[in-house]
Protein backbone atom coordinates (compact mmCIF):
# COMPACT_ATOMS: atom_id res chain seq x y z
CA UNK A 1 0.00 0.00 0.00
CA UNK A 2 0.93 3.57 -0.69
CA UNK A 3 0.82 6.39 2.13
CA UNK A 4 -1.14 9.22 0.44
CA UNK A 5 0.88 11.55 2.61
CA UNK A 6 4.19 10.53 0.86
CA UNK A 7 2.65 10.85 -2.62
CA UNK A 8 3.69 14.46 -4.16
CA UNK A 9 2.49 14.24 -7.64
CA UNK A 10 -0.04 11.48 -9.49
CA UNK A 11 1.15 8.45 -10.24
CA UNK A 12 0.27 6.54 -13.11
CA UNK A 13 -1.36 3.00 -11.97
CA UNK A 14 0.15 0.45 -14.52
CA UNK A 15 3.90 1.86 -13.52
CA UNK A 16 2.50 1.62 -9.83
CA UNK A 17 1.72 -1.85 -10.42
CA UNK A 18 4.63 -3.06 -12.41
CA UNK A 19 6.61 -1.75 -8.79
CA UNK A 20 4.76 -3.90 -6.81
CA UNK A 21 4.76 -7.00 -8.88
CA UNK A 22 1.27 -6.82 -10.35
CA UNK A 23 -0.04 -7.24 -13.91
CA UNK A 24 -1.76 -4.49 -14.97
CA UNK A 25 -5.09 -5.06 -17.77
CA UNK A 26 -7.51 -2.74 -18.59
CA UNK A 27 -10.91 -3.26 -20.79
CA UNK A 28 -12.40 -0.21 -21.29
CA UNK A 29 -13.83 1.24 -17.44
CA UNK A 30 -12.59 -1.79 -15.67
CA UNK A 31 -8.52 -2.37 -14.26
CA UNK A 32 -7.75 -5.22 -13.53
CA UNK A 33 -4.41 -5.98 -11.34
CA UNK A 34 -2.90 -9.97 -10.80
CA UNK A 35 -0.24 -10.82 -8.11
CA UNK A 36 0.66 -14.33 -7.77
CA UNK A 37 -1.94 -16.16 -8.70
CA UNK A 38 -4.73 -13.43 -6.83
CA UNK A 39 -6.80 -11.03 -9.05
CA UNK A 40 -7.90 -7.50 -8.05
CA UNK A 41 -11.28 -6.23 -10.06
CA UNK A 42 -12.83 -3.05 -9.76
CA UNK A 43 -16.77 -3.63 -9.50
CA UNK A 44 -19.64 -1.55 -11.19
CA UNK A 45 -22.73 -2.28 -8.94
CA UNK A 46 -26.54 -1.58 -9.49
CA UNK A 47 -29.25 -1.14 -7.66
CA UNK A 48 -32.96 -1.87 -8.87
CA UNK A 49 -31.57 -0.83 -12.47
CA UNK A 50 -29.88 2.22 -12.14
CA UNK A 51 -26.12 2.47 -11.16
CA UNK A 52 -24.76 3.45 -7.88
CA UNK A 53 -22.51 6.08 -7.28
CA UNK A 54 -20.08 7.03 -4.70
CA UNK A 55 -19.09 3.12 -4.12
CA UNK A 56 -15.85 1.39 -3.98
CA UNK A 57 -16.48 -2.35 -4.24
CA UNK A 58 -13.56 -4.60 -5.35
CA UNK A 59 -12.87 -9.00 -5.64
CA UNK A 60 -9.74 -10.44 -5.62
CA UNK A 61 -10.89 -12.87 -7.98
CA UNK A 62 -12.60 -13.37 -11.05
CA UNK A 63 -16.38 -14.28 -9.68
CA UNK A 64 -15.15 -14.19 -6.34
CA UNK A 65 -16.56 -12.53 -3.44
CA UNK A 66 -17.53 -8.78 -3.53
CA UNK A 67 -16.79 -6.80 -0.40
CA UNK A 68 -17.44 -2.94 -0.41
CA UNK A 69 -14.54 -0.26 0.98
CA UNK A 70 -17.61 2.57 1.12
CA UNK A 71 -20.71 3.33 0.05
CA UNK A 72 -22.37 0.91 1.81
CA UNK A 73 -25.39 3.37 2.46
CA UNK A 74 -25.69 4.59 -1.06
CA UNK A 75 -26.10 0.89 -2.34
CA UNK A 76 -28.82 0.14 0.70
CA UNK A 77 -30.23 3.76 1.17
CA UNK A 78 -31.42 4.34 4.87
CA UNK A 79 -30.07 0.89 6.13
CA UNK A 80 -27.27 3.05 8.10
CA UNK A 81 -24.51 1.02 7.43
CA UNK A 82 -21.11 2.13 7.37
CA UNK A 83 -18.82 -0.83 7.27
CA UNK A 84 -19.13 -4.55 7.34
CA UNK A 85 -17.17 -7.84 7.29
CA UNK A 86 -20.01 -9.89 5.18
CA UNK A 87 -19.59 -10.27 1.72
CA UNK A 88 -21.76 -8.07 -0.19
CA UNK A 89 -23.89 -11.13 -1.63
CA UNK A 90 -24.51 -12.52 2.12
CA UNK A 91 -25.76 -8.40 3.14
CA UNK A 92 -27.80 -8.45 -0.37
CA UNK A 93 -29.30 -11.55 0.76
CA UNK A 94 -30.44 -10.52 4.31
CA UNK A 95 -31.60 -7.01 3.22
CA UNK A 96 -34.36 -8.92 1.06
CA UNK A 97 -32.57 -7.68 -2.90
CA UNK A 98 -31.03 -10.90 -4.92
CA UNK A 99 -27.74 -10.65 -6.16
CA UNK A 100 -26.56 -11.43 -9.69
CA UNK A 101 -22.57 -10.83 -10.90
CA UNK A 102 -21.86 -10.69 -14.18
CA UNK A 103 -18.52 -10.72 -15.02
CA UNK A 104 -17.41 -7.00 -12.92
CA UNK A 105 -20.85 -5.67 -12.32
CA UNK A 106 -23.02 -6.50 -9.22
CA UNK A 107 -27.26 -6.44 -10.19
CA UNK A 108 -29.09 -6.08 -6.76
CA UNK A 109 -32.98 -6.07 -6.86
CA UNK A 110 -35.69 -6.01 -4.61
CA UNK A 111 -38.53 -4.78 -6.93
CA UNK A 112 -39.18 -8.49 -8.42
CA UNK A 113 -37.46 -6.97 -11.57
CA UNK A 114 -34.54 -9.64 -12.74
CA UNK A 115 -31.47 -7.58 -14.84
CA UNK A 116 -31.51 -7.39 -18.65
CA UNK A 117 -27.77 -7.44 -19.95
CA UNK A 118 -26.97 -6.50 -23.25
CA UNK A 119 -23.46 -7.14 -25.38
CA UNK A 120 -22.27 -6.57 -28.33
CA UNK A 121 -20.16 -8.69 -30.42
CA UNK A 122 -19.17 -10.76 -26.76
CA UNK A 123 -18.23 -7.19 -25.08
CA UNK A 124 -20.68 -5.88 -21.80
CA UNK A 125 -22.64 -2.68 -22.79
CA UNK A 126 -21.15 0.13 -20.01
CA UNK A 127 -24.50 1.73 -19.34
CA UNK A 128 -23.90 4.72 -17.83
CA UNK A 129 -27.08 5.27 -15.31
CA UNK A 130 -30.32 3.50 -16.68
CA UNK A 131 -29.66 -0.12 -17.51
CA UNK A 132 -32.39 -1.88 -19.68
CA UNK A 133 -35.52 -2.85 -18.35
CA UNK A 134 -38.93 -5.04 -19.82
CA UNK A 135 -41.89 -3.72 -20.68
CA UNK A 136 -46.00 -5.09 -21.17
CA UNK A 137 -46.11 -6.73 -23.80
CA UNK A 138 -42.74 -8.77 -22.67
CA UNK A 139 -40.53 -6.18 -24.78
CA UNK A 140 -37.08 -5.15 -23.95
CA UNK A 141 -36.25 -2.10 -23.65
CA UNK A 142 -33.02 -0.55 -23.87
CA UNK A 143 -30.79 2.58 -23.75
CA UNK A 144 -30.21 3.67 -27.31
CA UNK A 145 -27.40 5.99 -26.37
CA UNK A 146 -24.95 3.85 -25.00
CA UNK A 147 -25.97 1.06 -27.36
CA UNK A 148 -25.25 3.03 -29.98
CA UNK A 149 -21.83 4.26 -29.10
CA UNK A 150 -21.09 0.63 -28.95
CA UNK A 151 -22.30 0.35 -32.23
CA UNK A 152 -19.98 3.25 -32.97
CA UNK A 153 -23.36 5.61 -34.11
CA UNK A 154 -23.28 8.92 -33.52
CA UNK A 155 -26.72 9.72 -31.39
CA UNK A 156 -28.07 13.14 -30.97
CA UNK A 157 -30.83 14.62 -29.10
CA UNK A 158 -33.37 17.13 -30.44
CA UNK A 159 -35.35 18.55 -27.86
CA UNK A 160 -37.39 20.60 -29.45
CA UNK A 161 -38.96 18.09 -31.52
CA UNK A 162 -38.45 15.30 -28.65
CA UNK A 163 -36.28 13.16 -31.39
CA UNK A 164 -33.34 11.10 -31.45
CA UNK A 165 -30.78 11.00 -33.97
CA UNK A 166 -28.61 8.08 -35.25
CA UNK A 167 -25.82 8.11 -37.61
CA UNK A 168 -23.15 5.83 -39.01
CA UNK A 169 -22.46 2.83 -40.94
CA UNK A 170 -24.44 4.33 -44.23
CA UNK A 171 -27.85 4.94 -42.08
CA UNK A 172 -29.00 7.71 -40.55
CA UNK A 173 -32.67 6.36 -38.12
CA UNK A 174 -34.79 9.19 -36.60
CA UNK A 175 -37.68 8.18 -33.93
CA UNK A 176 -39.54 10.22 -31.72
CA UNK A 177 -40.59 9.79 -28.17
CA UNK A 178 -43.76 8.14 -27.56
CA UNK A 179 -43.95 7.32 -31.21
CA UNK A 180 -43.50 3.66 -32.30
CA UNK A 181 -43.15 5.81 -36.09
CA UNK A 182 -39.28 5.91 -37.04
CA UNK A 183 -37.24 6.26 -40.44
CA UNK A 184 -34.42 5.08 -42.09
CA UNK A 185 -32.87 6.94 -44.59
CA UNK A 186 -35.78 8.96 -45.01
CA UNK A 187 -38.39 5.65 -45.42
CA UNK A 188 -40.92 5.28 -42.74
CA UNK A 189 -41.33 2.83 -40.50
CA UNK A 190 -43.49 1.11 -37.82
CA UNK A 191 -41.81 -0.59 -34.37
CA UNK A 192 -44.37 -2.68 -32.00
CA UNK A 193 -43.03 -0.89 -28.56
CA UNK A 194 -43.55 3.24 -28.39
CA UNK A 195 -39.49 4.86 -28.21
CA UNK A 196 -39.46 6.07 -24.19
CA UNK A 197 -38.24 8.65 -22.17
CA UNK A 198 -36.81 7.20 -18.61
CA UNK A 199 -34.68 9.20 -16.50
CA UNK A 200 -33.57 11.29 -18.93
CA UNK A 201 -32.35 8.47 -21.31
CA UNK A 202 -34.07 7.08 -24.82
CA UNK A 203 -34.96 3.91 -24.69
CA UNK A 204 -36.24 2.03 -27.35
CA UNK A 205 -37.25 -1.49 -28.51
CA UNK A 206 -34.31 -4.22 -28.58
CA UNK A 207 -35.67 -5.79 -31.85
CA UNK A 208 -36.29 -2.14 -33.88
CA UNK A 209 -32.21 -1.73 -33.11
CA UNK A 210 -31.38 -5.14 -34.75
CA UNK A 211 -33.82 -4.58 -37.22
CA UNK A 212 -33.11 -0.77 -38.36
CA UNK A 213 -29.59 -1.73 -38.58
CA UNK A 214 -29.45 -4.82 -39.69
CA UNK A 215 -28.29 -6.72 -37.21
CA UNK A 216 -27.78 -9.95 -35.57
CA UNK A 217 -29.81 -10.58 -31.99
CA UNK A 218 -30.12 -13.56 -29.47
CA UNK A 219 -31.36 -13.82 -25.79
CA UNK A 220 -30.19 -15.72 -23.50
CA UNK A 221 -32.07 -16.54 -20.90
CA UNK A 222 -29.56 -16.42 -17.88
CA UNK A 223 -30.62 -19.84 -16.36
CA UNK A 224 -33.96 -17.27 -15.08
CA UNK A 225 -31.62 -15.09 -12.79
CA UNK A 226 -30.90 -12.49 -15.33
CA UNK A 227 -31.29 -12.04 -19.51
CA UNK A 228 -28.71 -11.34 -21.72
CA UNK A 229 -29.14 -9.63 -24.82
CA UNK A 230 -26.41 -10.86 -27.51
CA UNK A 231 -26.15 -8.29 -30.54
CA UNK A 232 -23.93 -9.34 -33.16
CA UNK A 233 -22.51 -6.54 -36.04
Request: glycine share 10%; aromatic share 12%.
Amino acid sequence: SLNPSRVSEPILLEDCADDFGYSYSRSRDTVTLTKSGYSYSNITIYRNNYIVSGVSAYSYSQGGDVYVSYGLNNIFPGSNLWSTNLALSQLASSLGYSYVRYENNIFLNNDGQKPIIVTVDGEMVPFTDQIPIVVNPGRTMIPIADVGSMLGMNVSWDGANQMVTLTGHGKTIRMWIDSSYYTVNGVGKYADVKVMALNGRTLVPIAFVTEALGLKCWYDSGAGTYGVVHIFK
